[in-house]
């Protein structure tokens, strides 16, 4: 379980990783059209993901203790 908890935190990681690079990277661009819709793809594609990080945190948890 708690290799479960492990890598719900590193794919949560690497997710803001990317997500630095991409927001980086758009700042270079002079689309601000182009920049605003990836911006909003982002913005869609990552609702909740905090969310579901604290939600799979609490469930390991409770499984841990339970042991």
Do not use: F, W
Request: glycine share 2%; hydrophobic share 50%.
């Amino acid at each position: 379980v708690s290799d479960v908890g492990v890598a719900v935190q590193l794919a949560h990681a690497a997710i803001r990783s990317a997500l630095l690079n991409v927001e980086i990277n758009l700042r270079t661009l002079n689309d601000p059209l182009y920049v605003r819709q990836v911006r909003n793809e982002v913005a869609r594609l990552t609702e909740g993901l905090a969310t579901e990080v604290e939600r799979l945190d609490a469930l390991v948890m409770q499984r841990l203790r339970a042991e």
